[in-house]
């Protein structure tokens, strides 16, 4: 089973082809012109000449093994025809469709576990667990590509293509931003199972209500097979009011789950708390004071259970030191005093106030700063919880200084702050760094939380950049 020429054209009959591959096999396809390998096809989804220079155009047509391109991309096709006479060409009417197509016939040759994580927040944390307890018992798995809300069908199908006979199963990220695409995902990626972490407030805009999103979630489960088990965090009534047409194994911190948390415990930095898989019962300790973690253990708890890995070998992958970048991240500024918390990949409602709860249970005398950016695509529904997380900050007693970062927050959020903290405004990102730097240069501990738009994260990049 290889992903080879004689692959490619069969599963693209209408597609012109020139030339030959270079290399025994496709390692893969890729987008973007700066990570091309010489065993990669390189896919033109637009007209590369208006978005990337020259040189770089030319040096990846010349280390790529192949190029996939359409054919409205005359243009591409007449400035670089000298290289592409010498390349594998496969010529296609849409290059997205094609690569779809291809990721489609690709998957159909593979029996192993594919499991499709979704939910509003915690899918990396849990996928890069369950991961770390696959590893643990000798098992290799493939994790989706870094996920991307704009194109969750070109990830996956690139994701797809990914995939290799010395792969034991595959972990898939699944994400949407609009009604319809979960359903096309499931379409695709054909999961074999899939787990759902959990339900919030997040792209209220293109799907609608908590309902809505709920709805929208379940649809991963629309193309399972006879055999397939469903996982769902039991603790969200629009979860588990549910009928499902296939088994549900549920977890969360109620006794109905099969999975619990039990007698939950921050302390000193560290979550305690008991773990139930069915009748058996096990001390836990987590180094991570974010109540995040324990239901992104749970739901990787229940998804190795279900995939049979070892209940030993679970405990102990799950208790081992475990960090993912921009989720709630230590980072020590070089040539600074203070701390950076940089949790700033995304934000909702709900991961907005958990990740605040985190930062109140951070023992430390160092005085604490929240930087707090705009929490986007909530649609209609964005002045009201705007202004609850203002509200919520009453909840943070350990809270001294907040920064809030885009008009949102301004408009919104700072009418209902607490009078006894001290605000600071910044319209973006931008404006927000010398703010920050005065207090690292202190003794300081500061959090940094907003939607992945705000660039809130290159806060913590510029700063740790500085030396």
Excluded at 56 to 73: K, M, W
Excluded at 202 to 214: K, P, Q, R
Aim: with cysteine; net charge neutral.
């Amino acid at each position: 089973m290889q992903l080879n020429e004689q692959f490619i054209r069969s599963a693209l009959p209408d597609a012109q082809i020139s030339g030959s591959l270079s290399t025994e096999q496709v390692e893969a396809f890729s987008v973007n012109a700066d990570t091309v390998g010489s065993s990669d096809m390189f896919v033109i989804l637009e007209r590369e000449e208006d978005t990337i220079d020259q040189d770089t155009i030319v040096q990846t047509l010349h280390t790529a093994c192949g190029v996939l391109i359409s054919r409205d991309q005359s243009r591409f096709l007449e400035l670089h025809s000298k290289i592409l006479a010498q390349k594998f060409v496969v010529l296609v009417e849409d290059a997205t469709e094609a690569l779809v197509l291809l990721a489609r016939e690709w998957r159909a040759l593979f029996s192993i576990p594919i499991m499709a994580i979704a939910g509003s927040v915690g899918k990396t944390s849990t996928q890069k667990l369950l991961d770390n307890i696959l590893k643990s018992a000798g098992k290799k798995y493939l994790l989706s590509s870094e996920h991307d809300n704009r194109f969750p069908i070109l990830d996956a199908a690139l994701s797809l293509l990914s995939l290799r006979g010395s792969h034991d199963g595959a972990l898939f990220e699944v994400g949407v931003t609009k009604r319809g695409q979960m359903e096309k995902l499931a379409a695709l990626i054909k999961p074999t199972t899939a787990l759902i972490t959990n339900i919030g407030h997040s792209h209220m805009e293109g799907i609608g209500s908590l309902s809505d999103v709920a709805l929208e979630k379940r649809e991963v489960f629309k193309h399972f097979l006879t055999d397939s088990i469903g996982l769902i965090n039991g603790d969200f009534t629009l979860l588990n009011s549910v009928s499902y047409a296939h088994p549900i194994i549920r977890f969360g911190t109620k006794t109905t789950n099969q999975i619990q948390a039990r007698k939950i415990n921050v302390e000193s930095g560290l979550i305690h708390f008991t773990l139930k898989i069915y009748k058996a019962k096990y001390q836990i300790s987590i180094n991570h004071p974010h109540m995040s973690a324990v239901f992104n253990t749970l739901a990787a708890t229940a998804a190795a259970y279900y995939l049979k890995i070892p209940v030993e070998k679970i405990v102990l992958a799950i208790q081992q030191p475990f960090g993912i970048s921009e989720r709630f991240e230590l980072c020590h500024p070089a040539s600074r005093r203070g701390i950076i918390i940089n949790d700033a990949c995304n934000a909702n409602p709900e991961s907005m106030k958990a990740s605040l709860l985190a930062f109140q249970h951070v023992e430390t005398n160092a005085p604490k700063v929240a930087v707090l950016g705009d929490m986007l695509d909530l649609g209609p529904t964005s002045a009201f919880w705007h202004r609850q997380l203002g509200r919520f900050l009453r909840k943070v007693p350990s809270l001294q200084q907040v920064v809030l970062v885009g008009a949102m927050m301004i408009k919104w959020a700072k009418k209902t702050v607490p009078a006894t903290l001290n605000v600071h405004i910044a319209h973006t990102w931008q404006e927000a760094v010398p703010i920050v730097k005065q207090y690292l240069d202190k003794e300081s501990i500061v959090l940094i939380k907003g939607s992945q738009d705000t660039g809130l994260s290159k806060i913590t990049k510029q700063l740790l950049d500085q030396i």
